[in-house]
């Protein structure tokens, strides 16, 4: 998908739990893998970041040098929310881990269809206590 969007892309953030770690050699494996498919534009911006809540975990040289409060563009994201929808997902793990992988893709896309729908269906709604 990056191939596809990339050659207008003038910024990319990474945002990963250990960014530090995966961030290593990213440009080696990036060509290694995908070199002869697509090259990324050399004006391309690329920023690597610890969502904060696995910040803390991290030592003080990560703090520093992936924080999100210190990226030019991140505002105030805390970065975590691709791992919001684990509590709805984690207990599929245990019905679909002895299915095919076609039957497993199949329920997993229905779940997902699911939450989405669940999303757009809740959307501007307002919690009255």
């Known amino acids: ?13 990474f945002s990963y739990d250990i960014c530090c770690a995966w961030s ?4 080696q494996r990036l060509e290694n893998m995908y070199g ?8 391309l911006q690329v920023t690597f ?11 003080e040289d990560c703090k520093c040098t992936f924080n999100l409060n210190h990226t030019v563009g991140a505002a105030r994201t805390c970065g975590e929310g691709i791992e919001a929808g684990w509590a709805d997902t984690n207990p599929a793990a245990l ?19 699911a939450i989405n729908w669940r999303k757009i269906k809740t959307m501007g709604m307002i919690a009255c206590i």
Do not use: C
Request: without cysteine.
């Open 36 to 43: 002869d498919v697509y090259q990324v534009p050399d004006d």
């Open 1 to 13: 998908m990056l191939g596809a969007t990339a050659k207008t892309l003038k910024t990319l953030t």
């Open 24 to 27: 290593v050699n990213f440009w």
């Open 49 to 59: 970041v610890i969502p904060k809540f696995h910040l803390e975990a991290h030592g």
């Open 95 to 113: 019905s679909t881990r002895e299915m095919s992988l076609t039957y497993r893709h199949e329920v997993l896309d229905d779940l997902f269809g």
